[in-house]
C-alpha cells in the first residue's frame, strides 16, 4: 500500500534549481513520483509550471517529503486551511507547532491567504483573527478588520495566541536567482570567491549601496574589531559621517576598541600605525571602560568631549542609531552595552526590520546574529579573510548575498573612496 499527494511548483522553477532540489528531496527520502502537467516558460520572464503526484509507502514518510518540499517552495493542490492551536502558556507552544524558515511565507487562514509579517528563521507563525485586539497588525499596513499573520520567537509566545500547526496551508516562497545580472545588483548572485578582481567586486558593492540611498533604502553595517585592528576605523567613520550607514549593529569589543583608539591610540593595547605595544598598552582597553562609564555613557563622553573621533563619535554626532549587544567574555562592559542577551536579539531585530541592505564586516558571532533576523530577501555583503565566516553566513539560503574573501583593512578604505571620492 502507498499513499500519495499532489504538489505544485510554480516559478522560475528550472534555472532557480527548485525543481530538481525538489527531485532529489522525495528520492532520497525513498519516495516517488510522477510528473502529470509540465508548462515551460521559454523567454526570460515566463514562469513555468509542474504538477506531480508524490508517493510514500507510509504516511510517515510522505508526511516528511511533503514538509521538506513544502520548505523548497513547493504547495499542496487544493490546500485546505492551516491549522492553528492556542498556545497553553507563556513561552510554550503546541506540539508540532510551523516553524519558519527565512523566506517569504504565507498561511491560509479562513479560506484567504495571508503574508506572515516580520518573517525570520526558527520562528512560530501566530494568527491574529478579525477583529483585532490592541496587539494588532494593523499599523503594518493590515485592515484591523482583517486577520493578520506574523512570527513570534518562542520567548514571546503569550498563552492564547493562536499558533500554527503543521505543514497544511503553509506556502514559501524560496528567492529564485536574478533573472539579469544587470543594474546594481546584478552581480548579489550568491557564491564565495577570493579570485574575484576585489577592485571590481567592491565597486559594485559600492554601486549597491549607491542605488541603496538614492531610493532611502537603509544600509546596516555589522562590523567586528577587527575593523579597527587593520586600520580602516577612520574609513568607516567617514562613510558614518557621508551618510552611507544608517544603523550599527555589533558588540561591545568593538566600540571599546573604537573609543580606545580615540583615547590611548591604541587598539586592544597595540599602536595600530607602529604595531608596536606601549608600556601598560595591554591596560588601555579597561581604562577605557572605566572612562565611559564614568562619563555616563558613550553619547555622554562625546557631548563632554572626551571622545572627538572614530565611528562611535561619528554616530553620536550624525544621530546614527546603534545596537551593541554584550556576551560572556566582555570587559565592563560600556553602559551602551545591552547584556541580556534576549533584549539584545529584540534590538537588533528592531533595527534591522526596514533594511534593505546589510553589509557585515569581519565579524562572525554577530553576523549571524543579524542573518538569523534577516528574511532572505534583504541583500547581504559579508566580508571577511576566513572563508569559513563567509560561507557559514551564505549556508543561510539567502539568494540575494554575497561573500569576499579579503581583508577587511583592504576593503573598507576602498569602499569608502569609491562612494565619497568617486
Known amino acids: 500500500m502507498s499513499y500519495s499527494r499532489i504538489v505544485e511548483l510554480e516559478g522560475h522553477i528550472i534555472d532557480s534549481g527548485m525543481m530538481?532540489?525538489?527531485?532529489?528531496?522525495?528520492?532520497?527520502?525513498?519516495?516517488?513520483?510522477?510528473?502529470?502537467?509540465?508548462?515551460?516558460g521559454t523567454r526570460r520572464h515566463e514562469e513555468s509550471y509542474a504538477r506531480m503526484r508524490v508517493s510514500a509507502e507510509s504516511i510517515e514518510t510522505l508526511g516528511e517529503i511533503l514538509h521538506q518540499l513544502n520548505q523548497n517552495g513547493a504547495t499542496l493542490e487544493d490546500p485546505i486551511d492551516a491549522q492553528v492551536e492556542p498556545?497553553?502558556?507563556?513561552?510554550?507552544?503546541?506540539?508540532?507547532?510551523?516553524?519558519?524558515?527565512?523566506?517569504?511565507?504565507?498561511?491560509?487562514?479562513?479560506?484567504?491567504?495571508?503574508?506572515?509579517?516580520?518573517?525570520?528563521m526558527d520562528c512560530a507563525v501566530v494568527v491574529e483573527p478579525a477583529p483585532a485586539d490592541e496587539r494588532s497588525s494593523a499599523d503594518e499596513g493590515h485592515d484591523a478588520n482583517e486577520p493578520s499573520a506574523y512570527t513570534k520567537t518562542l520567548n514571546a509566545i503569550e498563552k492564547g495566541d493562536l499558533v500554527v500547526l503543521g505543514e497544511a496551508g503553509?506556502?514559501?516562497?524560496?528567492?529564485?536567482?536574478?533573472?539579469?545580472?544587470?543594474?546594481?545588483?546584478?552581480?548579489?548572485?550568491?557564491?564565495?570567491?577570493?579570485?574575484?578582481?576585489?577592485?571590481?567586486?567592491?565597486?559594485?558593492?559600492a554601486d549597491a549601496i549607491e542605488e541603496t540611498k538614492s531610493r532611502g533604502g537603509k544600509v546596516v553595517c555589522v562590523p567586528g574589531p577587527a575593523v579597527i585592528h587593520s586600520g580602516a576605523r577612520n574609513d568607516l567613520a567617514r562613510l558614518v559621517r557621508g551618510g552611507y550607514v544608517d544603523a550599527i549593529s555589533a558588540g561591545n569589543g568593538f566600540a571599546v576598541h573604537d573609543l580606545e583608539r580615540d583615547l590611548y591610540g591604541t587598539s586592544l593595547g597595540m599602536d595600530v600605525e607602529t604595531m608596536k605595544h606601549p608600556r601598560k598598552g595591554h591596560k588601555h582597553h579597561i581604562y577605557t571602560i572605566s572612562e565611559i562609564i564614568r562619563a555616563g555613557g558613550i553619547e555622554a563622553a562625546v557631548e563632554e568631549g572626551i571622545v572627538d573621533d572614530g565611528i562611535m563619535y561619528?554616530?553620536?554626532?550624525?544621530?546614527?542609531?546603534?545596537?551593541?549587544?554584550?556576551?560572556?567574555?566582555?570587559?565592563?562592559?560600556?553602559?551602551?552595552?545591552?547584556?541580556?542577551?534576549?533584549?539584545?536579539?529584540?534590538?537588533?531585530?528592531?533595527?534591522?526590520?526596514?533594511?534593505?541592505?546589510?553589509?557585515?564586516?569581519?565579524?562572525?558571532?554577530h553576523s549571524v546574529a543579524v542573518g538569523n533576523c534577516l528574511p532572505s530577501t534583504t541583500r547581504v555583503v559579508c566580508v571577511d579573510i576566513n572563508p569559513a565566516t563567509v560561507t557559514q553566513l551564505l549556508d543561510r539560503g539567502s539568494a540575494q548575498a554575497i561573500g569576499m574573501v579579503t581583508d577587511i583593512g583592504t576593503f573598507v578604505p576602498l569602499l569608502a573612496d569609491d562612494l565619497l571620492e568617486g
Not at 545580472?181 to 567586486?201: H, I, L, N, Y
Not at 552595552?337 to 526596514?354: G, H, K, L, M, W
Open 20 to 40: 530538481g532540489r525538489c527531485f532529489g528531496v522525495i528520492m532520497d527520502m525513498d519516495g516517488w513520483f510522477s510528473v502529470e502537467e509540465f508548462d515551460i
Open 87 to 120: 498556545a497553553p502558556a507563556d513561552k510554550v507552544v503546541p506540539a508540532g507547532f510551523y516553524s519558519t524558515t527565512n523566506h517569504p511565507t504565507e498561511i491560509r487562514y479562513q479560506g484567504e491567504w495571508l503574508s506572515v509579517d516580520h518573517i525570520e
Open 314 to 365: 561619528e554616530c553620536v554626532e550624525n544621530d546614527v542609531p546603534y545596537v551593541l549587544a554584550g556576551s560572556i567574555r566582555d570587559d565592563g562592559p560600556l553602559p551602551d552595552t545591552i547584556t541580556d542577551s534576549i533584549e539584545a536579539q529584540n534590538a537588533i531585530r528592531e533595527q534591522v526590520r526596514d533594511a534593505d541592505l546589510v553589509l557585515m564586516l569581519a565579524t562572525l558571532l
Open 170 to 205: 503553509i506556502r514559501v516562497h524560496p528567492p529564485e536567482r536574478p533573472r539579469s545580472s544587470e543594474g546594481s545588483f546584478g552581480f548579489m548572485q550568491g557564491g564565495v570567491s577570493s579570485e574575484r578582481p576585489s577592485t571590481a567586486q567592491i565597486g559594485n558593492v
